[in-house]
């Protein structure tokens, strides 16, 4: 599979980095890797290393590798803190949580998948940064908040829906156009305006998407590129999404 590793070359020499300190019989584990930047990290592992990944729980998306030359016992590598949350007095969204964490200078390294239910908000990251996060963390939204270590059972699916687009091209300002349902030129303004990451990577020029690149659009949401389902009779691309909802 190839990978569309552009915008990564710091992540490049970090991974490369891990895997150096792996081979000299060190256990190493990484921080929190995006799935774009788990990807990146499998392509370069040797066939000799062995790597585990924890996320706090079964289906995280962001998760830590832990790489070694040996079969290492199983540890708990992230730590879940929760909070009651009520939806229906305040409605907090993802990007206000991650906004308020931000706002605390902690780098988004140390931070795991943050879930929003309908009673808890749950935070999931490293055990040096939980207590800072437990004292400095208290409010989003103007909502306030509690948070606490919890073992967490995890009932929340992270829901993503189908859709389709045409567009003439995979070109990064046609496919934008067409997710944003605004014009090309707008598009070209939003991606020069830094509105536009591609795995995670925020793009200023046009580049070509490629299977299961995600596309992050501001006040408009987050994508995932699953491919090219069929040419119309005017050859333009009908492209299949799925859309973080």
């Keep these: 599979m190839y990978l569309n590793v552009k915008g990564h070359n710091e992540f ?7 895997i150096k300190e ?21 392509s370069l592992i040797p066939k000799d290393l062995i790597v585990k990944w924890d996320g706090g729980y079964e289906q995280a ?13 199983d540890t708990n590598n ?13 409605s907090i969204e993802h990007k206000d949580l991650l906004g308020a964490l931000m706002a605390l200078g902690i780098e988004r390294e140390v931070v795991g998948d943050l879930l ?20 400095e963390l208290t409010c989003a939204k103007r909502t306030s908040l509690s948070f606490q270590p919890k073992e967490v059972k995890i009932q ?18 046609s496919v934008v156009s067409q997710l944003a349902h605004c014009s090309r030129s707008k598009a070209k303004e939003m991606l020069k305006a830094q509105y536009v990451k591609v795995n995670d990577i925020v793009l200023d020029e046009n ?20 491919g090219i389902d069929a040419k119309t009779k005017k050859d333009r691309l009908v492209l299949r999404f799925e859309q973080y909802i």
């Design 156 to 173: 929340t699916q992270i829901r993503r829906k189908e859709m389709t687009i045409i567009a003439p091209s995979l070109r990064l300002d």
């Design 12 to 18: 490049l020499q970090q991974a490369k980095h891990w």
């Design 61 to 73: 998306e962001r998760k830590r590798a832990i790489l070694s030359l040996y079969e290492e016992e």
């Design 116 to 135: 929003i239910e309908d009673d808890r908000i749950i935070v999931f990251t490293t055990y040096e940064m939980a207590s800072f996060i437990q004292s």
């Design 78 to 90: 992230v730590c879940a803190l929760a909070s009651k949350y009520d939806h229906r007095f305040q």
């Design 207 to 226: 580049t070509q998407l490629c299977d299961n690149d995600f596309v992050s659009i501001r006040k408009v949401g987050r994508f995932q590129y699953k």
């Design 22 to 42: 792996a081979m000299q019989r060190r256990c190493v584990v990484t921080s929190f890797l995006s799935i774009p930047q788990q990807n990146i990290l499998l």
